[in-house]
């Protein structure tokens, strides 16, 4: 249901939001648009099917700890 | 396109609205039990300092942006890596205040519900919100911030028959070094995220005072908390608002007037959702302007939903649990001394530096 869900959210995205802001021109806003779509679109695919992806919180907590000495 | 401007009164409450947007229902510093409200006053000696260098920033270069002043100081390069740190912390932000609203969704409300869908229909909401200009954000705010205050208000009426003043002793019941370093974290949660406020400092007129807008937005979001703080622990008592997670939800369910008035805590979501997504509205607006400005796309508007899809992305994934959220905000607070206290210090004095030289070679010059 979740994955239907955000297939749902991300057509309407590309048709309501993308299409209309991107008719021509603008190659590079474009690609911006289209790179960021897409790498969310692939993280939140795969959350929807149960598959973790690694978070950024552990990769902060062990930078934090190792530089400051601060425990969580 | 005529550029869209905030009126003092409504940055004043955009400030105050995004102060206390998560804080309202998370609490601040419960950990210091009693000793909380004094913690929050005690941040002000840090956010004061801090705060009057964000408004220095903007009196330097006046209806300009996070991002134009960084690279107006530091150049094109050292100013692009500033943007691309303040699109991240903008974004993360947002995901953290996003991840916030769907972890008290679901945990006083709809259990079995996943969080996808909550998130999803928040942000929606905070995307349109922002696509719909800054003007529009400042009269939400402005209507936002009276009826989260009259809640408070009222909540706080309610609560009277409940109130115990000796909830309060002992007074200063914790160490300085405690008390201190706590009042740091509440400084870096939720004071010291106001600097993403000058990702849309360029929408504030030439004319009109930051000073005033600053410390009169971030000073009433703190009265307001203050008071949130002291309801929750005269209502609550110290061992219970510890144990929870939503002190201020709490404190509104056990509101009950002649067994008539009772069950108003949705009050509550009401005061989060009005001020939660002003929240996530400056942080998508802050980083749509600066994935704008670093590959140079004319309107910021048309990456508010690449940045709010990321922003999805990255809320999803980024704690496991609630425990985790709580534990993480500890390292928080020291994971943000960059965003909040090193990068505005490094703009600021190349910017004093560089009005000194500007000055001199006009004088030379003359």
């Given at each position: 249901m979740l994955t239907v869900i955000m297939i749902i959210l991300y057509f309407g995205v590309f048709f309501l939001d993308f299409l209309p802001n991107f008719p021509s021109g603008d190659r590079k806003g474009r690609w911006v648009y289209l790179a960021f779509f897409l790498a969310s679109f692939t993280v939140i695919f795969l959350y929807s099917i149960d598959i973790m992806i690694p978070s950024p919180s552990p990769v902060i907590r062990m930078v934090v700890e190792k530089l400051f000495q601060v425990k969580a | 396109m005529k550029k869209q401007y905030l009126s003092v009164r409504k940055a004043v409450c955009v400030l105050a609205t995004f102060v206390f947007?998560?804080?309202?229902?998370?609490?601040?510093?419960?950990?210091?039990?009693?000793d909380s409200w004094i913690t929050v006053i005690f941040s002000q000696i840090i956010v004061v300092p801090v705060i009057l260098i964000y408004c220095r920033l903007m009196r330097i270069y006046?209806?300009?942006n996070l991002f134009e002043i960084s690279t107006a100081v530091f150049g094109k390069f050292f100013g692009d890596l500033i943007t691309i740190v303040y699109i991240w912390y903008g974004i993360y932000l947002a995901a953290l205040v996003l991840r916030n609203f769907s972890e008290f969704i679901q945990i006083v409300?709809?259990?079995?519900?996943?969080?996808l869908p909550i998130m999803i229909i928040v942000l929606l909401t905070a995307i349109y919100l922002t696509k719909s200009g800054i003007e529009t954000l400042g009269k939400w705010a402005t209507i936002a911030l009276p009826v989260a205050v009259a809640i408070m208000l009222v909540t706080i009426f309610l609560l009277l028959n409940q109130t115990d003043i000796n909830n309060f002793f002992p007074v200063l019941n914790h160490g300085a070094k405690e008390i201190m370093s706590t009042s740091y974290q509440v400084f870096s949660f939720p004071f010291g995220e106001t600097v993403l406020f000058l990702g849309v400092?360029?929408?504030?007129?030439?004319?009109?005072?930051p000073y005033k807008i600053y410390l009169l937005g971030v000073e009433v979001g703190a009265a307001i908390l203050l008071v949130i703080i002291v309801r929750n622990i005269t209502t609550l008592g110290v061992p219970l608002m510890q144990s929870v997670y939503f002190p201020s939800y709490v404190a509104a369910r056990i509101i009950n007037v002649g067994d008539f008035l009772v069950r108003i805590e949705g009050s509550i979501s009401m005061n989060f959702i009005l001020c939660g997504i002003t929240k996530i509205s400056i942080c998508l607006l802050t980083a749509s302007k600066g994935l704008a400005s670093l590959f140079r796309i004319q309107q910021p508007k048309k990456m508010v939903f690449p940045v709010g899809l990321a922003t999805l992305a990255l809320c999803c994934i980024i704690y496991r649990s609630t425990m985790e959220m709580v534990r993480f905000s500890k390292i928080y607070s020291v994971y943000v001394v960059p965003f909040q206290i090193l990068i505005p210090i490094l703009l600021w004095c190349g910017g004093e530096i560089r009005l000194r030289f500007a000055g001199k070679s006009k004088l030379s010059g003359t």
């Open positions: - | 947007g998560s804080s309202v229902v998370l609490g601040v510093s419960t950990q210091m039990g009693q006046p209806e300009k409300s709809m259990p079995e519900t996943p969080q400092a360029d929408c504030i007129r030439k004319e009109d005072s």
